[in-house]
Nanobody
């Protein structure tokens, strides 16, 4: 079992920045690929970015490419999402997830955090 707790969400103006954190506990954090997904009201959960266990490979959705960066610190069992140049359409609940493979597919992730709200005002 892996427990995940997100933090760092909040209200920010368009063009601003936030850094989300996801702290893991339980099984060895470094064994797992990690990802961020988001879900806006009335919409399906959407892939944002993922990172392999070593941090050597990352993949970012086109909608956030060039603005968001995923990273991880296995010594701290934490994955981060740096979000810059935020837009109102980035408003959503952001959740981190852990899985064995690493992909943009929700079904590849077995453990999920509760999420943190990000609201971007225009």
């Amino acid at each position: 079992q892996v427990q995940l707790v997100e933090s760092g969400g909040g209200l920010v103006q368009a063009g601003g920045s936030l850094r989300l954190s996801c702290a893991g506990s339980g099984r060895t954090f470094s064994n797992y690929a990690m990802a961020w997904f988001r879900q806006a009201p009335g919409k399906e959960r959407e892939f944002v970015a993922d990172i392999r266990w070593s941090g050597g490979r990352t993949y970012t959705a086109d909608s956030v490419k060039g603005r968001f960066t995923i990273s991880r610190d296995n010594a701290k069992s934490t994955v981060y999402l740096q979000m810059n140049s935020l837009k109102p359409e980035d408003t959503a609940v952001y959740c981190c997830a852990a899985g064995l493979g690493g992909s943009d597919n929700i079904n590849d992730y077995a453990w999920w955090g509760q999420g943190t709200q990000v609201t971007v005002s225009s």
